[in-house]
């Protein structure tokens, strides 16, 4: 759903603005990780309010060096700019991209053809034993891998005499 945010009115009617265009106006400025989230604008005085994810390493002096860039050609388009820096701290909430790469994967693909040709060939049960032995390995492994397991594994080396 496109939200479009109004901008002025003229002789000829009301301007909007789509919010989304002025992100994607506003990201092209930036290089990634940088991203406006948010844009929302003030029909009484034209103030464009931008909301811009940054990391959390990011210099002052890098930031005042963007935002001023902005400011200076979006004012020319007649807005006035106000810039709200929020950190960057993981992955937004509801990003698919994790789940995109994670599908885009041959691995995945291969290991669901081999669960499907397993189903089709040996029935529903050899499935649920297969994953029931499959998801038991991937656990001990898991905590083998945790400091736990790390703790459990030098007590049998040394036990061993290693």
Do not use: H
């Amino acid at each position: 759903m496109r939200v479009y945010l109004f901008w002025k009115k003229t002789t000829l009617g009301g301007l909007l603005v789509s919010q989304e265009g002025i992100c994607e106006f506003v990201n092209s400025y930036f290089e990634k990780p940088f991203r406006c989230t948010q844009a929302t604008l003030s029909a009484a005085d034209g103030t464009l309010f931008l909301v811009v994810a940054a990391p959390k390493s990011l210099e002052p002096d890098r930031m005042s060096g963007l935002e001023s860039r902005l400011r200076e050609d979006l004012s020319r388009m007649g807005f006035s700019v106000r810039v709200s820096w929020v950190e960057i701290n993981g992955k937004p909430t509801g990003s698919n991209e994790d789940l995109v790469l994670f599908f885009k994967q041959p691995f995945v693909w291969a290991v669901a053809f081999a669960l499907f040709t397993l189903l089709l060939k040996e029935g529903l049960s050899a499935l649920i034993w297969s994953l029931f032995w499959g998801g038991a390995f991937f656990a001990a492994v898991m905590f083998l891998r945790s400091e736990k397991g790390s703790e459990l594994i030098k007590k049998l080396r040394s036990m061993a005499g290693r």
